[in-house]
């Protein structure tokens, strides 16, 4: 079952911000929020990651409501480079259950 | 430089003929998984390994197999491979399971399966 709920996909204009919105209404209070990409059928790339507050990283910021029910990454600058699926995930709390699961993500397409 | 390497990057096999898609990476990451993505589904688990000796099944290990006798290494193996095994096949790692370690992925095997 998904975890997290992602709009299938977003345009961007080049030079905007690009705000990608995730829902993830049964998080768990130790659970972690990953952003990752892929373009193309690359391998998922790593963007960033938080708990409770913001965070901010080369690439991306991240913003978590203060409830923790959903999140938005933030491309401050987007590029043509930066046309990708983007998915959001979180670690399953179900004890056992050890995989990540990745949703279908957004698919952001920059605009020039 | 921290790095989960795949081999083969692409495969074109045919029916029932064994093969292996090894991975590796060179972090000392104690947890390894590996993902199909297809068209439509995004990615799926297969299976996954805690540690040396400790593995387990994923949503989607029908046909798969696994092992992990080192830690740097989690080969996937298809023992008889099948049409619908035709996938783009992932390997991750990190340093463990548990929140707040990043997970590294490999850069994809495809695999086609006539």
């Known amino acids: 079952d998904a975890k997290t709920t992602q709009p299938p996909s977003m345009d961007c204009a080049e030079g905007r911000a690009a705000n990608l919105p995730c829902n993830h209404s049964?998080?768990?209070?130790?659970?972690?929020v990953y952003w990752y990409r892929q373009i193309h059928s690359q391998g998922p790339q790593y963007i960033i990651h938080g708990l409770k507050n913001n965070e901010t990283n080369e690439m991306a910021s991240l913003i978590i409501t203060e409830d923790r029910k959903s999140s938005t990454l933030i491309l401050p600058h987007a590029t043509l480079r930066d046309t990708a699926v983007y998915y959001c995930?979180?670690?399953?709390?179900?004890?056992?259950?050890?995989?990540?699961?990745f949703g279908t993500g957004t698919r952001l397409k920059v605009l020039a | 430089e921290a790095q989960v390497t795949q081999n083969p990057r692409y495969l074109i096999t045919v029916t029932g003929k064994k093969l292996t898609v090894t991975c590796s990476q060179n972090?000392?990451?104690?947890?390894m998984s590996w993902y199909r993505q297809d068209p439509g589904l995004g990615l799926r688990q297969i299976y996954y390994?805690?540690?040396?000796?400790?593995?387990d099944k994923g949503d989607v290990p029908e046909g798969y197999k696994v092992s992990r006798k080192e830690k740097r290494n989690f080969p996937l193996i298809l023992e008889s491979p099948s049409p619908n095994q035709t996938s783009l096949y992932f390997c991750a790692s990190s340093l463990r399971f548990y929140s707040g370690n990043t997970i590294y992925f490999g850069e994809g095997s495809w695999l086609t399966v006539v």
């Open positions: 995930i979180v670690r399953p709390d179900t004890s056992g259950t050890y995989k990540y699961i």
């Open positions: 390994s805690m540690n040396v000796e400790v593995t």
């Open positions: 049964t998080i768990s209070g130790n659970e972690y």
């Open positions: 972090m000392n990451h104690e947890y």
